[in-house]
């Protein structure tokens, strides 16, 4: 009878201590082995988008600057107001315009800034630019082609003209061009 008592209170102890010590450790060591599966599996991720980012920045090393200035020029990633007046400045001289005068602009147009509002992941962000010059119609049309040609994206988007007096010349052969365009910048 002795020995029955001793093995009763042999597997009683047994099963108490599993469940008062061995489950609940058990059920820890559970729980860490979980952790530390998404701990690899977060780190195989970190390591797919390191070798993914080394790939994309060899890709990015390997193009020539030229190439990238013309990207950058074509799309910059910042409005650069001043750097483009002093552009169609130049463009209106070299074709025979006058400097720009009347210069006004605006970024993210009323239109554009509502439609912002509606889909806030908008990767470019505009810039409108009203402006006068004055010249000759073959002048206008030269300045028109040349912007054209140029690498920065712009929409003209209205061009109005007033007839007004050369003063060099006393005829009225020369016209004041009021333009608006529009063009764009990459947001960051």
Do not use: C
Not at 40 to 65: M, S, V
Not at 77 to 102: C, F, H, P, Y
Not at 115 to 134: E, H, M, P, V, Y
Request: proline share 3%; glycine share 4%.
């Amino acid at each position: 009878m002795i020995r029955f008592l001793l093995f009763i209170i042999i597997i009683g102890g047994s099963i108490a201590a599993f469940l008062l010590y061995i489950n609940p450790h058990y059920k820890n060591v559970r729980q860490l082995r979980q952790e530390a599966l998404s701990y690899t599996a977060a780190l195989e991720n970190a390591k797919k988008l390191r070798e993914a980012r080394d790939e994309l920045q060899a890709r990015y090393n390997a193009i020539p600057g030229d190439q990238i200035e013309a990207v950058e020029t074509i799309l910059p990633d910042n409005v650069d107001n001043i750097r483009l007046i002093i552009q169609l400045n130049s463009i209106a001289l070299k074709t025979g315009m006058s400097s720009l005068r009347e210069v006004d602009y605006s970024t993210d147009t009323p239109a554009s800034a509502s439609s912002a509002r509606a889909t806030n992941d908008r990767l470019a962000g505009d810039f409108q630019i009203k402006f006068s010059t004055t010249g000759s119609y073959k002048n206008f049309l030269n300045f028109l082609s040349t912007l054209e040609a140029n690498l920065r994206l712009v929409d003209v988007n209205k061009i109005s003209f007033d007839v007004v007096e050369d003063p060099t010349k006393g005829t009225f052969d020369y016209n004041k061009y009021t333009v608006t365009l529009k063009t764009y910048w990459l947001k960051n």
